[in-house]
């Protein structure tokens, strides 16, 4: 099974600060509790090609993850696939940004997942939990990203 789950959320930061914030996925445990390590590799500005390495924790399981970005395209869009092999992995997730009125910027955020092997079974379950926290996930991006971007 596969599917997607998606979000969308005004931020109160103009785009090219939201961009180059969500651009850079080490700021993602700020907003995704279950991000516990991430690394950008190499360690210089996020492009077509650059991968993140994170540590996740799902179900109460430690898990290595790869993503490689594809599209970068500042301010509005940014995608990414996973390179690393497991049960349940985003065969593309991505960032859609549009600029709103007074300096707000309207976010978009989707993976589409899918399963492998034994995944399969488990991709039902992980796209349901998603989309029930798409919401909730949505929100932490929005304030995360507020309190992080400091406009001036």
């Keep these: 099974m596969s599917g997607q789950f998606e979000a969308v959320v005004e931020v109160d930061r103009p785009v090219e600060e939201v961009f180059a914030y969500l651009a850079d996925g080490r700021n993602d445990p700020q907003f995704s509790p279950r991000v516990l390590k991430i690394d950008r590799i190499p360690d210089t500005?996020?492009?077509?090609?650059?991968?993140?390495?994170?540590?996740?924790?799902?179900?109460?399981?430690?898990?290595a993850r790869e993503f490689r970005i594809t599209?970068?395209?500042?301010?509005v869009k940014l995608r990414w696939a996973e390179v690393s092999k497991n049960s349940v992995a985003v065969r593309e997730g991505g960032y859609d940004l549009e600029s709103l009125a007074d300096g707000r910027?309207?976010?978009?955020?989707?993976?589409?997942?899918?399963?492998?092997?034994?995944?399969?079974?488990?991709?039902?379950?992980?796209?349901?939990?998603?989309?029930?926290?798409?919401?909730a996930f949505g929100a932490r991006i929005k304030t995360a990203a507020e309190k992080a971007i400091v406009s001036g």
């Excluded at 500005?45 to 898990?63: I, L």
């Excluded at 599209?71 to 301010?75: D, I, N, V």
């Design 105 to 135: 910027t309207r976010v978009r955020i989707f993976n589409h997942l899918e399963g492998h092997g034994l995944g399969k079974l488990l991709a039902g379950l992980a796209l349901a939990a998603a989309r029930k926290d798409a919401p």
């Design 45 to 63: 500005s996020t492009a077509v090609g650059t991968v993140f390495r994170s540590t996740v924790k799902d179900a109460g399981m430690k898990t």
């Design 71 to 75: 599209e970068l395209e500042a301010p």
